[in-house]
């Protein structure tokens, strides 16, 4: 399966994507990585690793329409079947959405659907939660919204703080977005009505994929 890949900053989840599709036997190839902002540090990364990478500058685009006409028209000519956005800080359009519907995932550093957004950290330290995490979900026109593939849970230490917690949130991601993402090449994640059924490999039913704290 063709995969590309969406971002705007430095591209660690895409690294762990990356390695996974290195993986011997991994049925994805990521065939394009795109980012919004021409010095995204992941553009290199993506580089190193000989991925053919294109800059779709949101800022030269008179609407959010066109811009992502732009990138669905990118996409499609290099052949993608999945996207993964992977830290790609762009609110997509509602058409754009519906034309790649249960072909589009998205990672969230929080337990969906608590804390949909921005500043997921603080406000789960205002909250005073004890344990936070990641999400995999299918990507919906709502904001951070959509079935949800997969989710680790991390525990909120005393003393934390944003970046802290942060920085723990982010290394159960590069866990767990290769593992969502493996499930879904595989066609073993597959969305039944507004939620993703899971199978085993020999295609009988799966317990639902939540990592434990990490």
């Not at 800059?55 to 028209?73: G, I, K, M, N, P």
């Amino acid at each position: 399966m063709k995969i590309g890949v969406l971002i705007s900053g430095r591209g660690s989840n895409l690294a762990a994507l990356i390695e996974a599709c290195a993986e011997p036997g991994f049925r994805g190839q990521i065939a394009l990585v795109i980012s919004n902002r021409p010095k995204a540090e992941g553009l290199q990364v993506a580089a190193a690793a000989g991925i053919p990478t294109l800059v779709v500058d949101h800022q030269d685009f008179a609407s959010r329409e066109t811009f992502d006409a732009e990138l669905d028209r990118a996409l499609r000519a290099a052949g993608v079947e999945l996207i993964c956005n992977a830290g790609f800080m762009r609110i997509l359009s509602d058409g754009f959405v519906e034309k790649w519907r249960d072909r589009q995932l998205n990672i969230h550093p929080s337990l969906l659907p608590a804390f949909k957004g921005l500043h997921v950290h603080q406000r789960a330290l205002d909250a005073g939660v004890r344990i936070t995490g990641c999400t995999v979900h299918f990507v919906r026109p709502e904001m951070d919204e959509g079935p949800i593939v997969a989710q680790a849970a991390v525990p909120v230490l005393s003393g934390d703080t944003p970046e802290t917690l942060a920085a723990r949130v982010l290394e159960a991601e590069h866990k767990l977005y290769p593992l969502a993402l493996k499930l879904v090449v595989e066609g073993r994640a597959r969305v039944v009505g507004e939620q993703v059924a899971l199978l085993e490999a020999d295609g009988t039913e799966a317990a639902p994929l939540f990592v434990p704290a990490i």
